[in-house]
């Protein structure tokens, strides 16, 4: 079954712990995006990658770090969370134009986050 | 900063009614993207509008796309309480990155 996969869930941490935030995919898309979805203001992108080991940041990439060794997987990086970064976040892919498929994005579930 | 803003933010309707809902954006595009977004899940792709099209369909979906006024329409015809949910609109602006909205909340009551 293609799909995006994101662990964990649900994490509830406290302001400083390092902590990451796993996605992978299983439909060979080179591109992939960190998103986090806020109350009032929708969905916005924090980092992406059009292939592997390139990255690039999206609108809020500050307190966030990702690597792209592998195509499969993205991993979202919080080296010292802060509570303004309790949010939704949701890991995408896609193909990118040119290739096969339309390019429309697959998402994960979501992984809530809570910093205290 | 956001390309695409939809609009209402929220509407509720009665069940076999249509729900309008509209994206309008900045720049030019490449294609627009509407997406749905059940509560707190992921979200699902519903239907890509490429910029040299002005209409599309997909089964209770018609998608409008207007380039002069930088805008586009999702109706969704005759809506059942399962369509409600938030609705996404994506633009493809920096050469291919889509950027969401806001969102549209659609409320349908049985």
């Known amino acids: 079954e293609a799909q995006v996969t994101q662990n964990p869930r649900y994490l509830i941490t406290v302001t400083g712990k390092k902590l990451t935030v796993t996605c992978s995919q299983n439909?060979?898309?080179?591109?992939m995006s960190w998103y986090r979805q806020d109350p009032g203001l929708g969905l916005r992108q924090i980092y992406y990658?059009?292939?592997?080991?390139?990255?690039d940041k999206g609108d809020v990439p500050e307190g966030y770090k990702v690597s792209r060794k592998e195509k499969r997987n993205f991993p979202l990086i919080l080296e010292s969370p802060s509570p303004n970064q309790t949010s939704l976040y949701f890991c995408?892919?896609?193909?990118?134009?040119?290739?096969?498929?339309?390019?429309?994005?697959?998402f994960g579930p979501g992984t809530r986050l809570t910093v205290t | 900063s956001q390309q695409g803003e939809e609009d209402p933010q929220a509407l509720s309707i009665q069940e076999g009614e249509n729900a309008t809902m509209n994206c309008s954006y900045k720049?030019?595009?490449?294609?627009l993207q509407w997406y749905r977004q059940n509560s707190g899940r992921g979200l699902v792709h519903l239907i890509l509008?490429?910029?040299?099209?002005r209409e599309k369909h997909s089964g209770r979906l018609r998608v409008t796309l207007d380039t002069s006024k930088k805008s586009s329409s999702l109706l969704i015809t005759a809506s059942r309480a399962a369509d409600t949910a938030s609705y996404f609109c994506?633009?493809?602006?920096?050469?291919?990155?889509?950027?969401f909205g806001r969102g549209t909340s659609l409320i349908v009551h049985p």
């Open positions: 990658s059009m292939n592997v080991e390139v990255t």
């Open positions: 509008i490429r910029s040299n099209e």
């Open positions: 994506a633009t493809a602006w920096r050469g291919y990155i889509p950027t």
């Open positions: 720049t030019s595009i490449n294609n």
């Open positions: 439909m060979n898309h080179e591109y």
């Open positions: 995408a892919s896609s193909f990118l134009p040119g290739g096969s498929g339309e390019h429309e994005q697959y």
